[in-house]
């Protein structure tokens, strides 16, 4: 049983803050590369953010520069670090982790968090 729970969202106004987390919990033997994924009703989901095991960052164009994605492995936690949010960063933040659990074979697949939202209006 692994499960990924995000949290931090909310409702700020432009140009303000949000910190979101996303927790793996169950039994896991390690866990590799921790994304941040976005969705709108409107359009597909778009990764946001990756973070590798080694720490290496990467993120998209619409957000490199405003984003920080980050982690803490001993408590098997991703952060997002949104600022100078904007209201097309309007959507439904989802956290995937490709994590090795422990079960038979113990082969590593992605899990993915229930999403948390962020809105950024006036």
């Known amino acids: 049983q692994v499960q990924l729970v995000e949290s931090g969202g909310g409702l700020v106004q432009p140009g303000g803050s949000l910190r979101l987390s996303c927790a793996a919990s169950g039994s896991i033997i390690s866990i590799n590369t921790m994304d941040w994924y976005r969705q709108t009703p409107e359009k597909q989901r778009e990764l946001v953010a990756v973070?590798?095991?080694?720490?290496?960052?990467s993120y998209a164009d619409s957000v490199k520069g405003r984003f920080t994605i980050s982690r803490n492995n001993s408590k098997n936690t991703a952060y997002l670090q949104m600022d100078r949010l904007k209201p097309e960063d309007t959507a439904v933040y989802y956290c995937?982790?490709?994590?090795?659990?422990?079960?038979?074979?113990?082969?590593?697949?992605?899990?993915w968090g229930q999403g948390t939202q962020v809105t950024v209006a006036s």
């Open positions: 995937k982790a490709q994590i090795r659990a422990r079960i038979w074979p113990p082969t590593e697949d992605d899990y």
């Open positions: 973070i590798t095991g080694g720490g290496s960052t």
